[in-house]
């Protein structure tokens, strides 16, 4: 499904990204793990085509999608919730979700069922502005606007951060579900260990913008990802 090979990214002289490779399958979680500045974020705008790579290369669905635009890589099914959620205050919250079309034939233009039945508090506040609504019903919202565009690969910034408990535990059910479909790869980014271990199926731990840690569910050794995460 996705497929990043040896990708580097600079911002100026500045070199954000070295040689990343990860790969994502529909049905599986790859968590990108890692401290604040190690390019986490760098990984994850390359993919949607925010920030363009200097080199390597981006296949997605079987075909090379490194030159193509962020609106065109939504349109063959990207789908990003970014850090910081990123939604419009001023919208309500059925508009914020109706963004989500933007990238869906005039057919397609329907908000699935599936986001009410994750998110149940997003059906009862539709008509509320987006920035009424606390931090966890805003990081809620942001994942149902992702979903509204039907991904075939859902990126995740962080989706933890800042956030309840208890929505903490609605997010984790929800990306549970979407794996479980079969047909949604998932990246996740995340700092919180035990959140990305529950979930996850192969982890890379990033440091200084390369990966220098890599594992799958069978290997995974809780212990020796935090060492990772702490050097």
């Keep these: 499904m996705l497929e990043v090979k040896d990708i580097n990214l600079y911002y100026g002289a500045a070199q954000a990204l070295r040689g990343v490779s990860i790969n ?3 049905g599986r979680v790859t968590c990108v793990l890692g401290r604040n500045g190690v390019g986490k974020t760098s990984l994850l705008r390359a993919l949607v085509g925010q920030y363009p790579i200097a080199s390597g290369s981006i296949t997605f669905d079987g075909a090379d999608v490194t030159s193509l635009r962020p609106y065109e890589r939504a349109r063959r099914g990207i789908g990003f919730v970014p850090q910081g959620r990123e939604i419009f205050p001023l919208l ?8 989500g079309f933007a990238p869906l034939k005039r057919e ?7 986001v009410f039945s994750l998110f149940p508090v997003l059906q009862s506040m539709l008509g509320r502005r987006g920035g009424d609504l606390s931090g966890g019903q805003q990081q809620q919202l942001a994942i149902g606007r992702a979903l509204v565009m039907r991904p075939k690969l859902l990126l995740l910034d962080e989706p933890t951060e800042g956030i309840q408990p208890s929505i903490i535990k609605d997010i984790g059910r929800a990306i549970s579900y979407l794996r479980n479909l079969g047909d949604i790869a998932i990246v996740l980014v995340e700092q919180y260990l035990d959140f990305a271990c529950e979930l996850g199926d192969t982890f890379a731990v990033m440091d200084r913008g390369a990966v220098k840690y890599s594992c799958d569910r069978a290997g995974l050794d809780q212990a020796e990802i935090s060492r990772q995460m702490a050097l």
């Design 24 to 26: 994502a399958q529909p």
């Design 92 to 99: 309500t919250v059925e508009e914020n979700l109706r963004t």
């Design 108 to 114: 397609d233009r329907s908000i699935p069922d599936d």
